[in-house]
C-alpha cells in the first residue's frame, strides 16, 4: 500500500506541475512599474535592461507580456494616485523603483507580490522582515548607499583635495523619514573623511541660477549631486562647469551629459537582477521566500573633457580603477 501511495503521490504531483507548465505558457503576464522622477533617455536604457532580461527568460512584450510603465515626475503626491490606477490594471507583479514607490505600493496592496527595485535599507524602513526571508509579498534588488556615498565622497576628495565645503544639491520635497536617512547618510559619509556639507535647494532646472548663486555666496569649493536630484539633472553638468566647481555625481548619466565624475552602482544590473526575481515569481515562487538582493556591481566613471574645462588633472590612480573614460 505504501508503494502504491507512493506512486500516486508522484503522478499527481508530475501532473499538477505539467499543468502549471501548460498554464504558464499560455498565460499573459502583466507587469506594473512606477518610477519616482522624470523617464529621460537614461532611465528608459536602465528599463531596457530590465525589458531585456525578461526577453532572455521569455517574456516578449506583445506575445506573453504586457508592460505597464508610469513615472512620477519628481512630485511625491502623484504617486499614491498613479499606484491605485496601476493596481486597478490587475497586474501580476508590481515593480516598484525607490522607497517613496514601495511604501505606496505596500500601503495599496498585501496581496499582489511587489519586487524593490534600488530600495535604500529596506528592513529599517519596515518594507520586509530580513533580506534573507522578506516575509510578506515584497522582496526585490537594493541598493547600498551607505557604501556608494562613502565612496563618492571619497572621490571627490581625491578629485580636490583642497575642496573642504561641499554643496550637496537637493530637490526639496515634504520631510519623511527616507528623505532625512538619506540627508543623515550624505552628511556623515563627508563628515567622515573631514568634509562640511552644505544643503542647497533646488526644485526645477529653473531654480539652478538660483541655487549655484547660493553655492557661491557660501563659498561652497565642490559640488556633490545625489541620485534623488536626478529630475533636475541634465542643465546640472553645464551650469557646474560654468562655475568651474569639482562636481561627484551618484549616478552615471550626469558625466554622460558633461559632469566630471560619478561613483555609484550599476543600475543596469539591479534592473536585470528585478527582472530574474519577476520570473522566479512568474513561476511560482513567493516573494517571502527570495531573498533581497544587494548589488556586487559598482562603477567609476569620469570625464577628461569636463576636467579640461575647469582645469582639473584627473589623476592617473583615478583613471586606473574607472569603469569608463570619456575622452
Given at each position: 500500500m505504501r508503494r502504491r501511495d507512493l506512486l500516486a503521490g508522484l503522478l499527481a504531483s508530475a501532473t499538477a506541475s505539467a499543468v502549471h507548465a501548460q498554464?504558464?505558457?499560455?498565460?499573459?503576464?502583466?507587469?506594473?512599474?512606477?518610477?519616482?522622477?522624470?523617464?529621460?533617455?537614461?532611465?528608459?536604457?536602465?528599463?531596457?535592461?530590465?525589458?531585456s532580461e525578461l526577453r532572455s527568460r521569455g517574456y516578449i512584450e506583445g506575445k506573453n507580456l504586457v508592460l505597464d510603465l508610469r513615472d512620477a515626475k519628481g512630485l511625491l503626491e502623484r504617486i499614491p494616485p498613479i499606484m491605485g490606477e496601476l493596481i486597478a490594471l490587475r497586474p501580476d507583479v508590481i515593480v516598484a523603483i525607490g522607497n517613496h514607490v514601495v511604501a505606496a505600493a505596500q500601503h495599496a496592496t498585501a496581496t499582489i507580490p511587489i519586487v524593490m527595485w534600488s530600495t535604500v535599507d529596506p528592513v529599517r524602513f519596515g518594507y520586509v522582515s530580513s533580506l534573507?526571508?522578506?516575509?510578506?509579498?515584497?522582496?526585490?534588488?537594493g541598493t547600498v548607499w551607505d557604501v556608494t556615498l562613502s565612496k563618492a565622497f571619497e572621490l571627490l576628495h581625491l578629485l580636490a583635495p583642497a575642496a573642504h565645503r561641499v554643496a550637496v544639491?537637493?530637490?526639496?520635497?515634504?520631510?519623511?523619514?527616507?528623505?532625512?536617512?538619506?540627508?543623515?547618510?550624505?552628511?556623515?559619509?563627508?563628515?567622515?573623511?573631514?568634509?562640511?556639507?552644505?544643503?542647497?535647494?533646488?526644485?526645477?532646472?529653473?531654480?539652478?541660477?538660483?541655487?549655484?548663486?547660493?553655492i557661491e555666496a557660501k563659498e561652497c569649493e565642490a559640488l556633490f549631486v545625489p541620485m534623488t536630484s536626478q529630475h533636475i539633472g541634465p542643465a546640472?553638468?553645464?551650469r557646474a562647469a560654468k562655475s568651474k566647481l569639482p562636481a561627484v555625481y551618484q549616478l552615471r548619466n550626469f558625466v554622460e551629459?558633461?559632469?566630471?565624475?560619478s561613483y555609484g552602482e550599476d543600475h543596469k544590473e539591479i534592473a536585470r537582477r528585478a527582472a530574474y526575481l519577476v520570473d522566479r515569481i512568474f513561476k511560482g515562487t513567493r516573494p517571502a521566500d527570495l531573498p533581497v538582493e544587494e548589488p556586487v556591481t559598482?562603477?567609476?566613471?569620469?570625464?577628461?573633457?569636463?576636467?579640461?574645462?575647469?582645469?582639473?588633472?584627473i589623476p592617473e590612480a583615478i583613471l586606473a580603477r574607472a569603469d569608463r573614460v570619456i575622452e
Open positions: 498554464q504558464s505558457s499560455s498565460k499573459i503576464w502583466r507587469v506594473a512599474c512606477l518610477y519616482p522622477a522624470t523617464l529621460g533617455d537614461p532611465e528608459r536604457e536602465v528599463w531596457g535592461a530590465f525589458v534573507a526571508r522578506p516575509g510578506g509579498n515584497t522582496t526585490g534588488a544639491l537637493y530637490a526639496p520635497r515634504p520631510t519623511t523619514t527616507f528623505d532625512q536617512v538619506y540627508a543623515d547618510l550624505v552628511k556623515k559619509a563627508a563628515e567622515a573623511i573631514g568634509l562640511a556639507v552644505v544643503p542647497i535647494l533646488a526644485p526645477t532646472p529653473a531654480d539652478l541660477d538660483r541655487a549655484f548663486a547660493e546640472i553638468p553645464s551629459d558633461g559632469g566630471l565624475a559598482f562603477e567609476l566613471a569620469v570625464n577628461l573633457k569636463a576636467a579640461a574645462a575647469i582645469g582639473l588633472t
